[in-house]
């Protein structure tokens, strides 16, 4: 990755924040530059393709959201930040496992 753009996306709901990476990924194109989102939420539980809702043992009438990726629960909420890799893979050609990889040797 020799370009990328950085957004602060402050405080915002997940929900909105997950629509946004949707609508990202879908009219990106191969010119388009990688992007990382930093961003916190509101109280919310994310549900990977793993996940059930009786995983949730308690709720406080905190919103949960469905999402495409893999896993079990996670919650978000005030004070943890979320860093959001959105990044063309195949332009680079890693896969999910590289990618994470990388990140790691990284830090």
């Not at 893999?70 to 919650?75: I, L, M, N």
């Amino acid at each position: 990755m020799k370009n990328i753009e950085i957004k602060h996306l402050d405080r915002i709901d997940f929900s909105v924040a997950w629509e946004r990476m949707k609508q990202f990924t879908d009219k990106r194109s191969e010119a388009d530059l990688d992007e990382i989102w930093f961003a916190e939420h509101d109280p919310v539980y994310t549900l990977g393709h793993a996940a059930s809702e009786e995983n949730i043992l308690f709720n406080d009438d905190i919103p949960v959201v469905r999402t495409d990726r893999g896993g079990q629960v996670t919650y978000h909420g005030p004070g943890q930040l979320m860093i959001y890799f959105l990044v063309n893979l195949k332009r680079l050609g890693w896969g999910p496992k590289r990618f994470i990889c990388e990140l790691e040797n990284s830090l």
